[in-house]
């Protein structure tokens, strides 16, 4: 992949405009997938990273694609091993979704709730570990995440997770739900079609079983038409 972060973009004068060179206009989005493998012991579950590339459209000559942001994410395969033994082996903030299953599925509470699974089997899992855009476009990260869970989950049998709140990590999986309910959420939590997870104020989520992530999904697809003037320094 031909691109680069958007401060050393921004650094190389020879990308900037001749004709304003204090901005650049970035434009259409798009997504690149890397799996990291950093856990080769584990065979159901990876690692996954997805830059959130665009391009310098007023930039002279062919500039390289410009990396504005990321999804860091977790590809989860049901009915294999012990999710309480893998999760730790990516880390806390990915041990802290032990608490939504038991032994190598999703908790009976969960699988078994019509209104959250619909009925259907969860056979893999996605669980967003952290997400984050560089520049000022307010639908850019909600597009990114709904583009990941389109792209990476099965279409009845998928499911996505994450924290109420990626920025405040909580004291311990066993936390209080009252005082977990009423922390604020991620606004782009529901833009993507997802919403508290049953029992678990702390979590948000949605199986593809409904159509509230493909319906979120065509709504925010307008911002692959949108650009951004970026400052330069």
């Known amino acids: ?32 997938y890397e799996s990291l493998d950093s856990v080769c012991t584990v065979s159901s579950c990876l690692d996954w990273r997805a830059d ?31 999710v309480g033994d893998v999760l730790p082996q990516f880390g806390e903030r990915a041990a802290d979704f032990a608490v939504l299953f038991t032994d190598s599925w999703l908790g009976a509470d969960l699988d078994e709730n019509d209104d959250f699974t619909a009925g259907m089997p969860i056979s893999v899992a996605l669980l967003v570990l952290g997400a984050q855009v560089e520049i000022a476009d307010p639908e ?12 990476m989950l099965p279409t009845s049998a998928g499911l996505v997770l994450m924290a109420a709140d990626l920025h405040q990590r909580r004291a311990s999986a066993t936390a209080s739900r009252a005082l977990a309910s009423v922390a604020p ?46 400052p330069v320094g």
Do not use: K, Q
């Open 185 to 230: 959420p991620d606004p782009d939590w529901s833009r993507i079609g997802c919403s508290r997870v049953p029992g678990h104020p702390s979590f948000f989520g949605r199986s593809t079983a409904y159509t509230y992530l493909d319906d979120a999904r065509a709504a925010l697809a307008g911002c692959r038409d949108r650009t951004v003037r970026v």
């Open 140 to 151: 850019l990260r909600a597009w990114a995440l709904a583009e990941v869970v389109h792209t």
């Open 52 to 82: 959130i590339c665009m391009s310098a459209l007023d930039a002279p000559g062919r500039a390289p694609d410009v990396v504005v942001g990321s999804v860091e994410f977790l590809v989860l395969r049901l009915g294999y091993e012990p």
């Open 1 to 32: 992949m031909n691109a680069i972060a958007l401060r050393t973009f921004l650094g190389n004068r020879r990308y900037l405009p001749p004709s304003n060179p204090s901005a650049i206009e970035l434009g259409v989005p798009r997504v690149h």
